[in-house]
C-alpha cells in the first residue's frame, strides 16, 4: 500500500507539473465579420487568422450582449441571470459588482497552482477593494475598473461623469499617460511572459480595450500612421476602426511571439473570443460589422450574441478544423478546469451553468449543450433562448432600432495568404505545428463563412408586439418568422423561457452614488465605497 500511495503522489505531481498554460485574449465590441477567418478581406487580421486556422475555428459559439454580463458569464461559469449581473452594465459610480460568493476561474485556476495575470478591462465592480482584480484571484493586473477608456489619455466620460481610470495593481497609473492602451498591453503582457517560472503554470487574461468607443470627442482612436494604410476604406470611422483592429491584432502576434520564445507555446492553451456582438452601423459611434447576421451589441439578435472566437493549442488533438460543437461563455470555466487537470466534481454544489467541453472540443465529439440562455431581462423586457435549433426572442431591447441587418460585407478583394504566413503567430506556431497550406486555409475560411439563403423570404418579426421564432440551424441570418408556422414549437420555448425564469435571481443594480464622482477624487475613478466615513452629514433644517 505505500508503494502504491508512493506511485499516486508521483503520477498526481507529475501532472500538476504539466499543467497547460492558459492564454486568454478578449476582445471588445469585436464583430462577428471584423476577422479574416469568416470570410472579411476588408480588414486583415493576419495574427489572429494563424492561430484560428492551426487551431480550431468555433462556429456556434456564443457569448452574452454586453461587457459586464459576458466577463461574469465567463468568469462564474454561470448565466447571469444566475448572478444578478443580467441588466445592462455596471457605470462608473454604481456601488455594485460581482457577488463575492462567486468563485472565479483564476479563483479556481490558483487552487491547482496556477500564477494568474490581469492585463487590461476589469468592468466587474470596483467601488470596493474586495471587488478587484487583486482580491479576486488574480496576481497581478494592469488596466482599467470601469467600460470604457479613451485609449491615449485613459480617462472615461459618461454623461456628466468624466475622471482618469488606468491602474497599476491598487495604485494609479498617471505616468502611462499619453501611452496607447493596446501597447500598453502588449507590453505589459510580454512582460509577464517574460518573468514567468517556468516550472509553474500560467494563467494570462488579456482583457483588451478595442474594439469598445470611447469618449465623445474622439470615439475611436488608433495611431495615424495605422490609420493611413486604410485610405481604400471610404467611411472615416470604419477606417479608424481598421487602424484599432490592426494594432489588436499585432499585439496578439508580439505576446505569442513571446510565449515561443519562452517555450510555453508547446503546453499552452489560447482562447480569443469577443466579449459580444459588435456595435455596428453607427451604434455608440462605433463601426463594427456583425455581416451578415442580425442586429448589433446590447440586442439578442445573432449578430448580438454569437462570438468571433478560435481556440489554439497543440494539446488539441483534431486540429485545423471548423468546430461545430454548441458552446457557450459559461463553458470555460469548467472546461479550463478540466483540461488544467482538475476534478471538475468542484463544481458541483456551485451550480454552474457551464459544461466542461474539452474533449468534444479536441476530439470533434458531440456537444453537450443543447440549450443556451441569451439572457433574460425583465426591467428591459426582453429575453432569449435557443433549444437545439430553434429559437425564441420575446420581446427586443432599444426599442426595436437596431432591428436590421448591418455590414459591411467586407468580402470584396482578395485573403492575403502571405501576409499570414509571414505573421509572428505564424512565426511562433511553425516552431512546433505546421499550418495548413493555402487549398485547406481556403476550405476553412468557406466553412467558416455564413452566407444568408436569400431564398428565404424575411417574415416581419416585430417581437415588442408578439415573439418571434427561428430555425437558426437553417436560417442563422433570423430571415423567416416562423411563429406562426411552428406554434406548438414556440409554446413549448416560451414554456422553457418560463422556466428558466423561474430559476433567476433579481438583477442586483443600484442607483449611482454622488460620491463616486471624479470629481472628489482628484478626478479619478476610486473605490469609493471604502471611503464612507469621508460622507457629509446631511444638512438638518431648522
Known sequence: MLWLLSVCVVLCRASADVRPNIVIFLADDLGWNDVGFHGSNQIPTPNIDALAYSGIVLQNYYVTHLCTPSRSALMTGKYPIHTGMQHAVIRGKEP??????????PQYLKDLGYKTHLVG??????YKKEYLPLNRGFDSHIGFWTGKIDLYDHTSMDNETWGFDFRRGFEVADDLFGQYATDIYTKEAVKVVNAHNKSEPLFLMVAHSAMHSGNPYEILRAPEDVINR?????????????????????????????????????????????????????????????????????????????????????LIKQQSRVANQTFHLVDWLPTFYSAAGGNTSVFTERNIDGYDLWEALSEDQPSERTNIVHNIDDIWGFASIT???????????????????????????AYDFDLMYKSKSAEAIKTIAKLPDQDKITSLREASTIKCDNSIPITPCKPLEAPCLFDISTDPCERRNMAEEKPE??????SELEK??????????????????????GRVFTNFGDFERLRTPPVKCT
Do not use: C
Request: proline share 5%.
Open 489 to 494: 414549437i414556440l409554446q413549448e420555448l416560451l
Open 96 to 105: 455594485r459588482g460581482l457577488p463575492l460568493s462567486e468563485k472565479i476561474l
Open 230 to 314: 486604410f485610405s481604400h476604406i471610404n467611411d472615416t470611422q470604419r477606417r479608424k476602426y481598421a487602424g484599432m483592429l490592426t494594432k489588436l491584432d499585432e499585439s496578439i502576434g508580439e505576446v505569442v511571439e513571446s510565449l515561443g520564445k519562452k517555450g510555453l507555446l508547446e503546453n499552452t492553451i489560447i482562447l480569443f473570443s469577443s466579449d459580444n456582438g459588435g456595435a455596428a452601423a453607427g451604434y455608440n459611434g462605433n463601426a463594427a460589422s456583425n455581416y451578415p447576421f442580425k442586429g448589433v451589441k446590447n440586442t439578442l439578435w445573432e449578430g448580438g450574441v454569437r462570438g468571433a472566437a478560435l481556440l489554439w493549442s497543440p
Open 387 to 413: 433549444v437545439d435549433n430553434w429559437k425564441v426572442h420575446k420581446g427586443t431591447n432599444l426599442n426595436g432600432t437596431w432591428d436590421d441587418w448591418y455590414g459591411p460585407g467586407g468580402r470584396e478583394g
Open 500 to 521: 428558466v425564469n423561474a430559476t433567476a435571481v433579481p438583477p442586483i443594480n443600484k442607483e449611482v452614488d454622488p460620491l463616486a464622482d471624479p470629481k472628489y477624487w
Open 121 to 126: 478591462k476589469w468592468h466587474l465592480g470596483h
